[in-house]
């Protein structure tokens, strides 16, 4: 199994997002994906399992998780809000949120190449996936706040020992460690 990493650069994102931003063929269902995944800590079944009408006029995102089965609600942030406007004006509630130029949902393989291209297109050179969205959500928010405790219970794990070594915390660390000890 490859492990996928965390885009640890806010610079990198932004040039990911100017990539997305510019493939007019999709109508910016490729950007507001990739904000989506890296500005809610979703896994990629329940971003691709997502309706218009689950996000149309909403304030919050309420889902049960494909994985565990569990009630997740969360806010729609102010990047999100008009991205997520755009897109879904016009639209039935009952469409999938994303998908293919010949009206079928998007699949997770196609998700993995919209990721992996744009990304391979910025320069990143880690290796990526569609949990790479997830993982760069959970970084960037323990960065910010530095408080495993609520990432743990945004992503249901069982110990903050296992979120902080899937958002890559820990090998951050020892690597930090092992570079300012010198005998």
């Known amino acids: 199994m490859n492990v996928v990493e965390p885009i640890r650069n806010r610079k ?8 997305l931003a510019r493939n007019q063929q999709t109508g910016g269902r490729d950007l507001l994906f990739f904000v989506l995944g890296t500005n809610s800590g979703l896994r990629i079944s329940d971003i691709l399992g997502l309706d218009v009408g689950s996000v149309k006029c909403k304030h919050h995102i309420d889902i049960i998780e494909k994985k565990t089965g569990k009630y997740k609600r969360f806010p729609v ?7 997520i406007s755009a897109f879904v004006h016009g639209r039935d509630d009952d469409e999938p949120l994303f998908m293919t130029r010949f009206n079928h949902r998007l699949d997770r393989v196609q998700a993995y190449r919209i990721i992996n291209r744009a ?3 910025a ?31 945004i992503f249901n794990h ?6 902080l070594k899937y958002i890559g915390i820990d090998q951050d ?11």
């Open 12 to 19: 990198e994102l932004k040039r990911i997002e100017a990539i």
């Open 77 to 83: 942030n102010s990047k999100l809000m008009p991205l």
């Open 119 to 121: 990304c391979r297109t």
């Open 123 to 153: 320069g990143i050179t880690c290796r990526v996936g569609t949990h790479t969205l997830r993982k760069t959500f959970g970084y960037h928010h323990y960065r910010q706040f530095k408080d495993v405790a609520i990432l743990q219970k």
């Open 158 to 163: 069982s110990s903050p020992a296992i979120t």
């Open 173 to 183: 660390k020892i690597d930090e460690s092992y570079s300012k000890f010198i005998l």
